[in-house]
């Protein structure tokens, strides 16, 4: 009996194993379309546009090149794919910049409290004022501008409490609502904040650098909210939570924070923020009603390792927030520039290699 109730504890735990860190089905991906820029563009950074600007039919994404300020069009329509050089002039960067039309661009920057419409030379066409009580903020890293159709998303934070200590940000995680919602309709602002902290950050305190989540919004306007360190994508409904499920990589297991004491050590954050694995971002796909969760794996920090040997990849979801499988790449292709199209997925590839040029490839994934 005693040999039977052994056997049974080591059966349930190998089953509760199975069911915690489930096997997602693998994608596969075949190209496209690829175009290879000229040796002299790459370091591209994607500037995300208005879901307006595209159909079923044609699609464009711009691409700002930091060392010179050229802004490069690409587009896809039944002619198959060109590439351009734009007319747009940004004197911001592409992480707070949501191009509109052809000729005119929403910005937002830090510390200043509106959100600016400009035309394609530049110059401001109408601002739409943040009230002061809120502290908007842009990180390149997780949460950049976003918009679909009036409303535009901005991360929230705190003036006042200090997220340098556990107990400070235990209080922050508690009281701050980690996105702001700004609606334009009709020349009038109206504001809402929105969202939570994962349980488990309200509960340990931990650091992950990422005070900000990372968002998108879908057709029937439910925002979805991910974080570096949860395997929950959270979606919302104007400002209440709607759902929420586990939408994991199979590929981290676990997450580490960053100690205390470590805050200001500049070489311990470089090497956690190379090696430590995250949720990058999460995107929506409104072609095919689809949301895509980037998820960044654990990387060894050695000068010798060749890129192909770091991965990262994506875990597709249905818009219930249905685990529909995972498809994994090398840091060949740039994760930070993927983008749904019509046709498949956008990515840009060598993107910051000196070895070859960089390339613009469409990827159909194959479930």
Known sequence: MRWFTLCSIGIFFILSSCV??????????EVKYEFHFPDSIRSLHLINQSSEMHDKLSWKAYYQQLHNNIVYEIKIDEDGLSVN???????????????????????????????????DNNSRVKSFEIEQKYTPVIDPFSSRLVRSGSTFLIGNTSKVIDFGSKEGRLEYYKKIKPI???NITNDRNSINELGHFPNH?????????????????T??????????????????????????????????DKFSSIPDEKRFDMLFLKKYVIEEPRYISV??????????????????????????????????ADSNLNVLGETRFTSEYDMNSLQPTPFGIALLRSNNSMESNASFVILKLIY
């Open 20 to 29: 915690q860190y489930p096997h997602n089905k693998n994608i596969t991906y």
């Open 85 to 119: 050089n734009s007319n747009l002039i940004l004197s911001s960067f592409y992480f707070n910049t949501i191009i509109q039309t052809a000729d005119s661009v929403f910005t937002f920057e830090n510390g200043i409290n509106e959100l600016r419409l400009g035309n």
């Open 180 to 182: 702001i919602s700004l």
């Open 201 to 217: 950050y309200r509960e340990s305190g931990n650091n992950y650098i990422d005070h900000i989540p990372s968002s998108c919004i």
């Open 219 to 252: 057709e029937e306007g439910l925002i979805c909210l991910s974080f570096f360190a949860d395997d929950l994508l959270y979606l919302y409904k104007d400002t209440s939570l709607f759902s929420s499920k586990v939408v994991s990589s199979q590929f981290i």
């Open 283 to 316: 995107k929506y796909d409104p072609y095919n009603r689809l949301f895509y969760r980037i998820a960044k794996h654990k990387w060894e920090h050695n000068h010798k390792k060749r890129k192909e040997y770091q991965f990262w990849s994506v875990v597709i």
